[in-house]
């Protein structure tokens, strides 16, 4: 079903998972060189980066972060947040490249930009910005909505590059806003630019507190209307899948009475059902949901002492009144990486964390064999489902049947696949079983850790906007010259003849 809707995607908006034109039209191999900034605008803080690409896979980050004030977060104008960037930018690059920033105030102004530096002087800048918009260019997109405890009313509608690209302009720095980035897009470019192969980077995927990928796809197969204007020549663009919504309507994904009851308390109930049963911020609700049951169960004695009584003759609880077991989100998934990784005789580690996290004391050997058996059901199966979305990108590419010996690299970041035990094994185990891939098959996709992708990937994004930018300006300076060339041919007098110019 998953392929369907991949396809669907990339037919029509209003899918199952929206397929959303990213306007990346390339990739890198790792021999790229240059300096590039990234910012990252994803919550609570404001991060400035550059990135030296040394054309070797490798690179060097410099970065700074800082907070943003809350009153800024519900401010009257935009103006007021984007004025506040462009002043973090200001700083990181007086501070980090204070050489180079006072040589470029210093140095004559060219007329060869509007903004007054020669163009090779100026920072490409990819900004990361965490927040719903509606993109119509590799650096043009407006605002849907603030989440996260931001309210500006008026950024609404509005394209949030030109709003910081406004400010910076005031500052006359040297730097232009060259991309919109999503964190899931700059996983795929800084796995590829640090993985190289015979083919680039498949898939770029995140597994932590949230869910998404984003992947290489054939721009022939892209049927919907794309907005805009973007390089055809390498025939490919990223896409975006936001596949947290797939298959919100419970056709074929599991439903236990935990996710069930999980959704229906959430804030979004009936929305994202792929994300709350694979991403870390609902795992461990489902795990507590899931230990509950079991524990309000008459029939069972878990976590209670069956020889003593309270004055109703209800068997004394181990659990505290103020166990975080009966808080909604009580549980975080952390306990459940605790649990996996717990082989001792006893589950020792387990049951003190029991103990220091929900409050339960004196948990059994059998009581902690129990919410571990429950927790890595509940890994195990977000892995799986993880290999599901994975697994149907891969198929639907065809690079397995493109090459028999090439391996289809996938990069993944998130806590998950960097921290919960086992879990990139268990979605490679997960592979082998999926009919289109098989057990063969699945051992040449690869799954590796791409950090940062706001940070180096919105930098090489920058870097492949900046690499469009140039060819366009090439094919318009081609087109003048043929026009060019067509209007003189024009004006050639037959022989006798006389003209003018004009």
């Known amino acids: ?24 039209t390339g990739v890198p191999n790792g021999t790229e060189k240059g300096l590039y900034m990234a910012v990252d605008l994803g919550g609570t803080n404001f991060r400035v980066c550059s990135v030296h690409l040394n054309g070797d896979t490798t690179f060097n980050l410099t970065f700074s972060k800082v907070p943003i004030p809350k009153e800024l977060m519900v401010a009257k104008t935009s103006k007021e947040l984007f004025s506040f960037l462009a002043k973090q930018i200001e700083l990181f690059l007086r501070t980090h490249h204070g050489e180079h920033f006072e040589a470029y105030v210093r140095r004559r102004k060219s007329s060869k930009t509007l903004e007054g530096y020669e163009d090779e002087e100026i920072f490409r800048l990819g900004f990361t910005f965490s927040f719903p918009v509606q993109q119509f260019g590799i650096n043009k997109g407006s605002l849907i909505r603030w989440t996260k405890g931001f309210d500006i009313p008026d950024t609404i509608g509005k394209d949030v590059c030109a709003l910081l690209q406004e400010e910076i302009d005031l500052l006359h720095l040297p730097v232009k806003v060259a991309a919109l980035v999503n964190d899931t897009v700059g996983t795929l470019m800084a796995r590829s630019y640090q993985s190289p192969g015979k083919t680039t980077t498949l898939i770029g995927a995140i597994f932590g507190t949230g869910t998404n990928g984003a992947y290489v796809e054939k721009i022939v197969n892209l049927q919907k209307s794309v907005d805009g204007q973007y390089d055809k020549s390498t025939g490919e663009m990223v896409i975006n ?3 947290g919504s797939f298959d919100n309507q419970l056709n074929v994904l599991p439903n236990t009475p935990w996710d069930a009851k999980l959704d229906k308390q959430s804030v979004n109930p009936g929305i994202q059902i792929f994300e ?7 795992l461990g609700e489902i795990v507590r949901l899931a230990v509950l049951d079991l524990y309000e169960n008459t ?30 989100w009580g549980l975080d998934s952390a306990l459940m990486s605790i649990a996996a990784a717990d082989a001792s005789h006893d589950l020792s580690v387990l049951r003190e964390e029991l103990k220091s996290h929900l409050q339960i004391d004196s948990a059994s050997f059998e009581e902690a064999q129990a919410v571990q058996a429950i927790a890595n059901a509940v890994g195990r199966r977000a892995a799986r489902l993880s290999a599901v979305a994975l ?18 690299d996938i990069g993944a970041d998130g806590s998950l696949v960097e921290y919960y035990p086992a879990f990139r094994d268990m979605i490679q185990e997960a592979f082998a079983s999926i009919k289109g891939i098989g057990a063969e098959a699945a051992e040449r996709i690869r799954i590796g850790i791409a950090k940062d992708g706001s940070g180096v990937g919105a930098a090489l994004i920058a870097l492949v906007a900046a690499g469009m930018e140039k060819k366009g300006l090439v094919d318009k300076l081609a087109a003048l010259k043929v026009d060019a060339s067509q209007k003189l041919a024009g004006t050639i007098p037959s022989a006798g003849e006389s003209t003018t110019v004009a």
């Open 1 to 24: 079903m998953l392929i369907v809707v991949i396809d669907e995607g990339l037919r029509a908006d209003g899918t199952s998972i929206s397929q959303i034109p990213t306007y990346v």
């Open 241 to 243: 899948t936001e596949w």
């Open 276 to 282: 709350k049963r694979v991403s870390g911020m609902f």
């Open 299 to 328: 029939k069972l004695s878990l976590f209670k002492d069956v020889g003593s009584s309270t004055a109703d003759g209800k068997p004394t609880s181990r659990a505290g009144p103020d166990s975080s077991l009966f808080k909604q």
């Open 391 to 408: 697994g149907g990108i891969v198929i639907q590419s065809g690079r397995l049947e493109q090459s028999k010996d090439e391996v289809v």
